[in-house]
């Protein structure tokens, strides 16, 4: 029982490369979301999905595009990387039943990208 | 959009108890207040929530007055290993997302 696994742990990417951050669950929970951690900000919700094929739009979304094609995986997609976007970010999820996220649902997270943008 | 306010460093020593606040305003009514530690490198962790009052388990206590503005996290005797960034999370009534995390406070635990 792994938890939850992000890939990869570090990468280095050049201003308007894109690419994709893997983010996988083997507790079978429902939601899934995704984070990204900055120096003096805390952890800030970019995009979250709470089950299949569903995904919406956090606190901070522009720039990343998201899927869940399966349940136990959720991709972060970064379609043409800028230094602002150099972080670390974080993939969790919680076994939430009901209609919307709350904050008592504990939450799993990875163990994070580090993400720089040059 | 909720607001939550953290110290953005505290220092103590071994065995000392450690109260950390978390302020937070325009939360949302049926929601609890969680807390989370995190390590260098590592994801955060959760160790304690709560609705109101007190409420303790075998790591943390947490306190919560009746207006529900603020919270404050207690580790009793600390060690070394408590060294992290201690982050509450409370709910947003205004926002679909309805998660904010506090900007985390760096506690450092010296000998």
């Known amino acids: 029982n792994a938890g939850v696994t992000q890939t990869p742990k570090f990468r280095v990417l050049k201003t308007g490369q894109s690419m994709t951050l893997l983010c996988a669950q083997d507790?079978?929970?429902?939601?899934m979301y995704w984070y990204r951690q900055d120096p003096g900000m805390g952890l800030r919700l970019i995009h979250y999905?709470?089950?299949?094929?569903?995904?919406a739009k956090g606190e901070v979304p522009d720039g990343y595009n998201v899927s869940r094609l399966k349940k136990q995986n959720f991709l972060l997609g970064l379609e043409s990387a800028a230094p602002s976007q150099t972080s670390v970010y974080f993939c969790?999820?919680?076994?939430?039943?009901?209609?919307?996220?709350?904050?008592?649902?504990?939450?799993?997270f990875g163990p994070g990208t580090r993400l720089l943008v040059l | 959009l909720a607001k939550t306010t953290q110290p953005i460093s505290m220092d103590s020593y071994e065995g000392q108890e450690v109260n950390i606040t978390c302020s937070h305003n325009?939360?949302?009514?049926?929601?609890?207040i969680t807390w989370y530690q995190q390590f260098p490198s590592q994801g955060p962790r959760f160790i304690i929530q709560?609705?109101?009052t007190k409420v303790t388990n075998e790591v943390a206590s947490l306190f919560i007055p009746a207006d529900r503005k603020s919270s404050t996290l207690s580790l009793p005797r600390v060690s070394l290993s408590d060294t992290a960034v201690y982050y509450c999370?409370?709910?947003?009534?205004?926002?679909?997302?309805?998660?904010?995390f506090g900007s985390g406070t760096r506690l450092l635990v010296r000998p």
């Open positions: 709560g609705y109101k």
């Open positions: 507790m079978n929970h429902e939601y």
């Open positions: 325009n939360i949302a009514t049926n929601d609890y």
């Open positions: 999370l409370v709910g947003d009534p205004f926002s679909s997302y309805k998660l904010i």
């Open positions: 999905s709470v089950g299949e094929g569903t995904t």
């Open positions: 969790a999820s919680t076994s939430s039943p009901g209609d919307r996220v709350l904050p008592q649902e504990t939450q799993y």
